[in-house]
């Protein structure tokens, strides 16, 4: 018996259209690894930075700054969803109050009702404060943003939109929002990751593209020749004989 082929049209149209895409796909997660990586060096070499003032003209994300001023206690949004140590609450967001600029501040992590009756109880310190920060730039999402069915505050809100919430409370925004250092005044439960996905989990992804796509190819193969029958046969052969 010698090998023959018998091309199916159909599966070899499917075959011709998702392997590039497979490929691709593992490819780009490869190209998302290596940006990773250059942002976690960028990071790091910010960090190394001593701290500026907040007014400092051309901050960099994840620049380490001090500020004072006083939190606007009454004025507060509480980001939904968010995960720590396996439970769900949220991410205290409130505006700073310096030199008649109003900040964006993320506070950290609160606990939330898992029945959703209530809300969190945020404690806020008092009066003139000195507080220690990083900036960060959230990543901009297509949603618009969505103030809620609250009318009065705090106001629950499922992703950081900061032209939405600074025009919430009527000010000029920045492009940062500052978060907490765990040390600071006025910080909750900080310790947000540098970045949501790691260069890992990207190569990981591009192993299971790459898998697919070998999958595929492998199951095209086999479907459109006849290998097994071969090797089954040559395995028979060697019993036998």
Known sequence: MSLTLNFNLRITILTVIFLPILISLG??????ADE????ISEISKVKRAPALLWHTTDLLPYQLVTVEGTFDENRYWLLDNQVRRGKVGFDVIMPF????TVILVNRGWVEGDLSRRTLPSVETPLGKLKITARTYKPFV?????DRGKEVDWPRIIGNLNIAGMAADIKINHSE???RLQQDSSGALHTGWPEINVSAAKHKGY?????????????????????ILSLLSKKANNKRNG
Not at 97 to 100: A, I, L, N, R, Y
Not at 141 to 145: G, N, S, T, V
Not at 206 to 226: R, T
């Open 141 to 145: 999402k297509l949603e618009a943003y």
């Open 97 to 100: 109050v310096s030199k008649g």
């Open 36 to 39: 990773k990586h250059s942002i």
């Open 176 to 178: 940062y929002i500052l």
């Open 27 to 32: 490819f780009w997660q490869i190209e998302r």
């Open 206 to 226: 591009a192993v299971q593209w790459f898998a697919m796509a070998f999958a595929l190819l492998l199951m095209y193969v086999l479907s459109s020749s006849n």
